[in-house]
């Protein structure tokens, strides 16, 4: 491939690239900005600032957690791991106007500090949004290891 036409086909990648991530909407970008928030607060072990975004009537699991019972296993999260890791993988939002359902793979790693993470879960998840005073809340999330 000459010059002339890798820098054409360089430029129409770069192109596409741009034009993907300008063709979120606004509201979906909030939401992808509260997931990275959220993200954040995890893994600097900040369940509270974690816990904002989640809604006051959460379920979990079926059913298994509500709020408190999130925030709980958060918490001993936290205690047990020195150093929190969360890598989020193939992630699909779908937008249903103030509504949204989030899927991912989340790999969570936890450790003692140290360079290497002392354990580490990849999970499928499924989760429901909704866009409420201006932020989006965690509904519903459904999350099983993936074995």
Same mark, same amino acid.
């Given at each position: 491939?000459?010059?002339?036409r890798?820098?054409?086909?360089?430029?129409?990648?770069?192109?596409?690239?741009?034009?993907?991530?300008?063709?979120?909407?606004? *509201?979906?970008?909030?939401?992808?900005? @509260?997931?990275?928030?959220? @993200?954040?607060?995890?893994?600097?072990?900040?369940?509270?600032?974690?816990?904002?975004?989640?809604?006051?009537?959460?379920?979990?699991?079926?059913?298994?957690f509500?709020?408190?019972?999130?925030?709980?296993l958060?918490?001993?999260?936290?205690?047990?791991? @020195?150093?929190?890791g969360?890598?989020?993988?193939?992630?699909?939002?779908?937008?249903?106007?103030?509504?949204?359902?989030v899927?991912?793979?989340?790999?969570? *790693?936890?450790?003692?500090?140290?360079?290497?993470?002392?354990?580490?879960?990849?999970?499928? *998840?499924?989760?429901?949004?909704?866009?409420?005073?201006?932020?989006?809340?965690?509904?519903?999330?459904?999350?099983?290891?993936?074995?």
């Amino acid at each position: 491939m000459d010059f002339s036409r890798f820098s054409r086909l360089l430029s129409l990648l770069v192109l596409l690239a741009v034009a993907s991530a300008c063709s979120r909407s606004p *509201t979906e970008q909030a939401l992808r900005n @509260q997931l990275d928030a959220m @993200q954040e607060a995890a893994e600097q072990r900040e369940m509270g600032e974690f816990m904002d975004g989640v809604a006051d009537d959460f379920v979990g699991n079926s059913s298994e957690f509500d709020r408190e019972g999130l925030q709980r296993l958060l918490r001993v999260i936290a205690l047990r791991h @020195q150093s929190i890791g969360v890598t989020r993988m193939a992630l699909d939002v779908e937008m249903h106007g103030d509504r949204a359902v989030v899927r991912m793979q989340i790999l969570v *790693t936890g450790g003692s500090g140290g360079l290497i993470p002392d354990q580490g879960q990849l999970f499928d *998840t499924e989760s429901a949004w909704r866009f409420v005073d201006g932020e989006w809340q965690l509904g519903s999330a459904q999350w099983k290891p993936v074995r």
